[in-house]
């Protein structure tokens, strides 16, 4: 009987162990132009309706760049009405362009969902190529695969301390781009960084799990 308890007690640690929420880098890529990027201005934009979490993306990414003496600011503290168009015309881009430039602003850090993947815990998420999907992008851009930008909810991911055993996972990809606007509008793009977020269970553990992986692309190497 005690073995079989014993026994009993290893599977069920396993699962847990199994579904236990993980948060990830899974792909990163940069330009050669990267690395000037660091001693420049930068904005921190996050994609989501809801404003509060918006923010909480923006301000704990920008205190870890500030943390590493990178000069991060947040966008709905200096443009707080900034609002993003799917099919900007050319004055209106020109226009948004040159109030960022007028403050000192020359690259731009936009982190947002990428997707949303359900899957068996047995199976592996599929990914993508960076930065080959990525390569004709730049701020004022959208791909057409890219429908979902609503970074999850802090609030929808609090938990208690004991996952919960699932057949199934869920994982959020979510991604951080970072544009150089003082570049040609093909060079913009500096930086790609995709992380896994598997069976949140505290969105407060992600937001700053999240936050350090973007920031450690901004490390010297």
């Known amino acids: 009987m005690k073995k079989m308890k014993r026994f009993l007690l290893v599977i069920l640690l396993c699962i847990i162990t199994w579904s236990c929420s ?38 704990s990414i920008a205190n870890q760049l500030r943390n590493q003496g990178i000069n991060a600011i947040e966008i709905h503290k200096t443009f707080p009405d900034f609002e993003e168009k799917e099919d900007p015309t050319e004055e209106e881009i020109a226009e948004i362009t040159k109030q960022f430039k ?10 947002s969902l990428k997707n949303t993947i359900n899957t ?6 599929k990914r993508v190529d960076i ?52 570049q040609k509008k093909d060079k ?18 992600i ?4 936050s350090k992986i973007v920031s450690d692309q901004f490390k010297k190497k």
């Open 22 to 59: 993980s948060v990830k880098l899974i792909d990163s890529w940069e330009s050669k132009d990267f690395q000037a990027v660091k001693s420049k201005k930068i904005l921190i934009a996050a994609k989501s309706p809801d404003v509060e979490v918006r923010k909480s993306y923006e301000v």
């Open 102 to 111: 007028n403050d000192g602003i020359t690259a731009i850090l936009v982190t």
């Open 120 to 125: 068996r815990n047995d199976n592996t998420p």
């Open 131 to 182: 930065p080959a999907e990525y390569q004709k992008r730049y701020f004022f851009s959208f791909n057409a695969g890219d429908d979902i930008h609503m970074l999850p909810k802090l609030s929808a991911l609090e938990g208690g301390d004991v996952p919960k055993v699932e057949l199934t996972s869920t994982t959020y990809v979510l991604e951080a781009i970072t544009y150089d606007l003082s």
């Open 188 to 205: 913009q793009l500096v930086n790609v960084c995709l992380v896994d977020v598997t069976d949140p269970n505290s969105g407060k553990k």
């Open 207 to 210: 937001l700053n799990k999240f």
